[in-house]
């Protein structure tokens, strides 16, 4: 999945909230999608796992004296392990099944092996048949989406489909939006954006998004708020927008 | 530099702690339930003054936390990638995630059964060896270098690591914009980044 090219990437404090556990689920998911595209991102978020773990150290041994434990804790999790140990057959058979491995041998993935490891792994509960057999809904005569989830904070989570040399007209957005690039690449007044690129947009800046020519882009895309064609005649589509964002 | 010996003491201290505690986890993948109970004996108090540093006073809570972090340690202890992380480093990611789910699980913000193992996870890509002895030499390192920090900079890391503030809130409570919190976590990384390299 590491594609060298990468151009866009998430601003350092960004990564930094990430790593911290202090950004929103739908930020999380941008930002996992794209690491898994992104040596480089990836490195910087081991530094700042890093960061977290010498401020764990730190945290107990400075700032604050370190807590003592209740002992009935203790005896507890030492009972559930010794249960865990007792079900059988489990020294060599941990009980999580997280292998950190992307090849999970699950029936599903042996059907359709391509689709799988095409999905990155941060959207897979989100679609378990892989990107090519997701259902989508026409959002205007170029632009298909599929919806994922509504943040608590309001945020869309959506897939975008935009149709090979297909184009979203002139839009500006009504709160921050990130975009990354899953299949594809599409272009804008400000460059060009391909597979694994992170994008965010911030309110009120407006552009006109235009697929490539010979394949169709998909992306996944959190939205705050919804976008507003600014072109004559694309704000026909503004009422249909907004709908999505009600609740 | 006028600390040389002494933190090159300390890194070398950091090392060796490090060096026994990778071992314990080994055991502990063993099954070894004698390991486990010395991991937890030591760790578990760092855990729950972490967790209290989130919300002080809140002391069943920060027990209960403790209790599932150390039973994640007992069942993910085969995951564990000394090339990758420090001990403290993977255990500050065990931590996160218990307390982004627990936090969730509260306020009902699951989505779609999304956990946070499925959104911050360790990747497997194996790294260039040679890249792994440095990213784990800074891992270490980075003991040292954050007490180097200014002190606003320091502080900017902590409420967004220690006590999970996001960039905004931090903002409010530090009684600065927003821009400067983000240009101080921006200073602050690219200064232990230039510490570790050097």
């Known amino acids: 999945m590491t ?30 999608t794209h690491l898994e595209f992104c040596a480089k991102c990836r490195a910087l978020h081991n530094r700042n796992n890093a960061i977290g773990g010498a401020l764990l150290d730190t945290a107990a041994s400075s700032t604050h004296s370190v807590s003592s434990i209740n002992p009935r804790s203790k005896s507890r999790v030492m ?27 699950s029936p599903r993935n042996q059907l359709t092996p391509s689709k799988q490891s095409a999905t990155p792994r941060a959207l897979r509960k989100l679609v378990p048949d892989g990107l090519s057999s997701i259902r989508w809904k026409m959002a205007t005569l170029s632009v298909k989406t599929s919806d994922l989830f509504k943040d608590h904070d309001g945020t869309n989570v959506s897939l975008l489909k935009i149709k090979a040399g297909g184009k979203v007209g002139k839009h500006r957005h009504l709160g921050d939006e990130y975009t990354v690039i899953l299949q594809g690449s599409f272009s804008d007044e400000t460059g060009v954006y391909k597979k694994g690129d992170f994008l965010l947009r911030d309110a009120n800046q407006q552009h006109t998004p235009v697929a490539t020519k010979d394949t169709e882009c998909i992306c996944l895309t959190a939205q705050e708020a919804p976008l507003q064609f600014t072109g004559k005649w694309w704000s026909v589509f503004n009422p249909f927008l907004r709908k999505a964002f009600t609740p | ?140 390192n980075v003991h040292q ?54």
């Open chain 2, 1 to 140: 530099m006028r600390h040389m010996t002494n933190s090159s003491d300390k890194d070398q201290e950091k090392a060796l702690a490090n060096q026994h505690w990778t071992s314990i986890l080994a055991r502990i993948s063993e099954r070894d339930a004698e390991a486990f109970s010395l991991f937890f004996d030591h760790f578990s108090p760092r855990v729950k003054a972490f967790c209290l540093a989130k919300q002080p006073g809140a002391n069943l809570l920060a027990e209960e936390l403790v209790q599932e972090v150390m039973i994640k340690v007992w069942d993910k202890s085969h995951l564990f990638n000394p090339k990758l992380a420090s001990v403290t480093t993977w255990l500050f990611t065990l931590t996160r995630n218990c307390q982004i789910d627990h936090f969730r699980r509260n306020k009902n913000h699951l989505y779609q059964n999304l956990e946070a193992d499925d959104l911050w996870y360790e990747y497997d890509t194996a790294p260039d060896p040679f890249l792994a002895i440095q990213q784990h030499k800074s891992d270490l």
């Open chain 1, 79 to 105: 009972e559930l392990i010794a249960n865990r140990q007792t079900e059988g057959g489990q020294a060599l058979a941990p009980q999580t099944p997280e292998p950190l491995t992307k090849t999970e041998p």
């Open chain 1, 3 to 32: 594609n060298e090219s990468i151009l866009h990437h998430p601003s350092q404090e960004l990564l930094v909230s990430y790593a911290a556990g202090s950004c929103s689920t739908s930020q999380a998911l941008c930002i996992a």
């Open chain 2, 145 to 198: 270098s954050l007490k180097e920090l200014p002190r606003e900079q320091h502080d900017v890391l902590e409420k967004v690591y220690i006590q999970g503030r996001t960039q905004q809130q931090a903002a409010e409570e530090l009684g600065v914009p927003l821009g400067t919190v983000k240009s101080r976590v921006r200073l602050a990384v690219a200064k232990l980044e230039k510490m570790l390299r050097s």
